[in-house]
């Protein structure tokens, strides 16, 4: 067969007219399936819908260049995390230059992954993300990574923890000091709305606010970082705190230390989660000018970026902070410092602002990508209700993906009662992606060995270094189900939920796949064609539609 061959494989899903074409292809077919109109020569042949599927075409003047897929990073990968994890790493370790080394070792294990990324980024241009690299290395059975990553996706995937942070931080501004409760609630209600309706209507202006805030913490962190060197040369208004006189020294002191094995696996945890969202621009890859390029440029120069703010601004912070105060500052590390260099009444004026704008920059990035997933999922017929979820009208953005991000986001805010629940399910956010990252690592590695998966890609991620990055995840994924040495509840629920609902998650997307595949169909007397085609970077694209089951026993068919 050729690079226009088809594939269809039988198999249940939903209705056809949920089966559209994807953002690659740009056609535009009639009710047998003729292309009528293509910008690319990609001839998908009968797409089973009887209708006329969706386009999805994106002005040029819409798509980012380098600059915006760098600042689409940061923002994302800069949060509350390094304003306020350094606390808690340096109690558990006790040690300044143990800190500095995992800060800097978390920035050279992102590197790792971000080389897994760009090889399965540069091969398949595609917006999406893991959802296509499942589907290029898990093919048996069908549909079921595909499933499962949907269900993470579209559950875990909203931006309750940074919309309820801004919430927070405003009213801290404003001078009110509330601890989680229907105030910033409200406020972060208004803030995921804001966000999804500026991406929604004026998608420039959401893109430009988004690089403008990325501007913005690359500042406030260059002012962190370089405040820290004054400090280093005395410039600050407390004594010198000597952090640096015995840097390697494993201390046990006041609320920090002595945390063994746990505590460094934990603190290690903490660091690695304060650099994710260096994916993020493998979500949108399809809307990024020149995307193989783009993309090989704007990832690594935005990892590095960060890695190297990242572990200046904690040698600013233990150039001002005593040891036994950053252990115990908790939440606002820089808080402190800020009050150490320059006065309490700056410090308390300006950084809840400075940390509300940090907050609301990650609305907007995590926003802009995963309502992108979410386009590709409906647009794939992945979804209940398909057609209206990949929808672009009115304003041809992904308005309906948008509110949809929008919904999971709102009821994540206000349905949980205030304190442990709510922490449980936003930090839940996380954890489930190890396990999706270190498929996708084990994956990339299969494809490498395999000669028979003819895989190939502009670049080409050493095999020691993917190794590096599936063990970093399987690190991640099996930590927490190790008991702490401290009170098995210490933050109001037992250790060991929070991985396991993670896994449990992962486990609904079979039964979502199971009912997909075998329940619905055999009730409704149908069948699901998958539609593979090849688009003008060479990479499959897959589109699920539904027939009638004249053979209720046939699992694949092909199509030449």
């Known amino acids: 067969m050729s690079d226009l061959d088809r594939k269809k494989i039988a198999s249940p899903a939903y209705d056809s007219d949920d089966a559209v074409d994807s953002e690659a292809s740009s056609e535009i077919f009639d009710g047998d399936g003729t292309r009528l109109l293509s910008n690319i020569g990609v001839n998908y042949g009968s797409i089973p819908t009887g209708r006329v599927a969706q386009a999805f075409t994106i002005p040029e003047s819409r798509k980012i260049g380098v600059t915006g897929a760098v600042f689409l990073i940061l923002n994302k990968m800069i949060g509350t995390g390094i304003?306020?994890?350094?606390?808690?790493?340096?109690?558990?370790?006790?040690?300044?230059?143990?800190?500095?080394l995992m800060w800097a070792a978390a920035g050279i294990l992102t590197l790792s992954g971000l080389g897994v990324y760009l090889e399965f980024g540069l091969a398949i241009p595609r917006s999406g993300g893991e959802k296509n690299y499942l589907e290029r290395i898990y093919k048996r059975p069908p549909f079921l990574a595909t499933s499962i990553f949907a269900v993470q996706m579209v559950i875990l995937g909203f931006s309750a923890g940074n919309s309820l942070a801004f919430g927070r931080y405003v009213l801290l501004a404003l001078g009110y000091h509330l601890p989680d409760g229907w105030a910033a609630r409200a406020i972060a209600v208004l803030?995921?709305?804001?966000?999804?309706?500026?991406?929604?209507?004026?998608p420039q202006w959401g893109l430009r606010l988004t690089n403008a805030l990325g501007v913005f913490k690359v500042v406030v962190l260059l002012l962190i970082v370089f405040s820290g060197f004054a400090a280093l040369a005395g410039h600050r208004l407390v004594p010198d705190p000597h952090n640096f006189d015995n840097i390697w020294a494993i201390e046990k002191g006041d609320g920090y230390g002595g945390g063994g094995a746990y505590a460094y696996a934990t603190a290690l945890l903490q660091v690695v989660y304060s650099y994710k969202g260096w994916e993020n621009a493998n979500y949108v890859l399809g809307e990024l000018k020149n995307p193989r390029r783009t993309l090989s440029i704007a990832a690594p120069l935005a990892v590095v970026g960060v890695t190297i703010l990242y572990v200046l601004a904690n040698v600013a912070y233990f150039a001002a902070i005593p040891k036994e105060d950053l252990a115990k500052s908790e939440v606002i590390v820089a808080g402190l410092f800020f009050r150490n260099v320059f006065g309490e009444s700056i410090a308390a004026r300006s950084l809840p602002a400075l940390v509300a704008?940090?907050?609301i920059g990650n609305v907007l990035a995590v926003s802009f990508a995963h309502s992108r997933v979410n386009e590709e999922l409906a647009k794939e017929g992945i979804l209940p209700f398909s057609k209206f979820w990949a929808s672009n009208k009115p304003f041809n953005t992904p308005a309906a993906s948008l509110l949809l991000h929008w919904i999971v986001t709102v009821i994540v805010l206000v349905a949980p009662p205030p304190g442990p629940a709510y922490n449980f399910i936003v930090n839940l956010y996380t954890y489930p992606g190890s396990w999706i990252?270190?498929?996708v690592a084990g994956g990339?590695?299969?494809?490498?060995?395999?000669?028979?998966?003819?895989?190939?890609?502009?670049?080409?991620n050493p095999l020691p270094i993917t190794v590096v990055y599936l063990l970093?995840?399987?690190?991640?994924?099996?930590?927490?189900?190790?008991?702490?040495?401290?009170?098995?509840?210490?933050?109001?629920?037992p250790y060991y939920a929070f991985p396991i609902v993670g896994c449990g998650v992962l486990l609904f997307g079979v039964v979502y796949w199971a009912f997909w595949i075998k329940v619905w169909p055999r009730l409704g007397g149908y069948v699901v064609v998958a539609e593979t085609s090849i688009d003008e970077y060479g990479a499959e694209v897959v589109t699920y539609g539904r027939l009638p089951a004249r053979d209720p026993g046939c699992e694949v068919e092909e199509v030449e």
């Not at 990339?444 to 080409?460: C, G, V």
């Open 83 to 100: 304003f306020s994890t350094p606390s808690s790493i340096f109690a558990a370790t006790g040690s300044v230059g143990i800190c500095l």
């Open 191 to 202: 803030c995921i709305t804001f966000v999804v309706v500026l991406h929604a209507t004026l």
């Open 357 to 359: 704008l940090s907050n």
């Open 437 to 439: 990252n270190a498929f």
């Open 444 to 460: 990339l590695i299969y494809l490498q060995l395999t000669k028979s998966e003819n895989w190939s890609s502009p670049f080409h």
């Open 472 to 493: 970093l995840n399987a690190f991640l994924a099996i930590t927490p189900f190790i008991p702490p040495n401290s009170d098995w509840n210490a933050d109001g629920y």
